[in-house]
């Protein structure tokens, strides 16, 4: 298992150079975890990161020795996406993320996860998220958990 300081992780706002190591790094990360292989090809995925996900939300991204280890798109009420490098889960990348968007947020977050993704839900319910609601309003038609974060008063 790898071990990381501080210094090693670098967050900066997305830029197009690492788009094909974001879209890698979100597909094979997001195939770890729901097992289902994406429905959208390579350069429709990059179209969407570049062209779409970062007009709506603001994208930053972890690098590692110029390497795409994570990444989170998120708002000041949503997360919307929020994937880390499989080789780099548990190593603090996905909290470091998560407490950027909380941050900015106006007190309170919303984010979807897939109801098999059992280990993006013990993340977020250590993280202080609670589960408010369920559906599938997704792509894939999987069932998901809609989850809430609310500052501390």
Do not use: C
């Not at 407490?99 to 947020?105: D, N, P, Y």
């Amino acid at each position: 298992m790898r071990v990381l300081d501080n210094n090693q992780v670098k967050i900066l706002p997305f830029l197009p150079e690492f788009a094909e190591q974001t879209v890698k790094m979100w597909r094979d990360s997001k195939y770890e975890a729901i097992g289902v292989k994406e429905i959208h090809s390579f350069e429709s995925h990059i179209y969407f990161l570049n062209n779409i996900l970062t007009k709506e939300f603001i994208v930053e991204l972890a690098l590692v020795n110029e390497m795409v280890a994570g990444m989170i798109a998120y708002h000041e009420s949503e997360i919307s996406q929020l994937y880390v490098h499989n080789e780099f889960q548990q190593l603090g990348i996905g909290k470091t993320l998560l407490q950027r968007a909380k941050e900015t947020s106006t007190g309170r977050l919303i984010l979807r996860t897939f109801e098999v993704n059992k280990k993006a839900q013990r993340f977020y319910e250590k993280n202080g998220f609670t589960v408010i609601g369920r559906g599938h309003e997704n792509e894939e038609n999987l069932p998901d958990l809609l989850y809430e974060w609310k500052a501390k008063a």
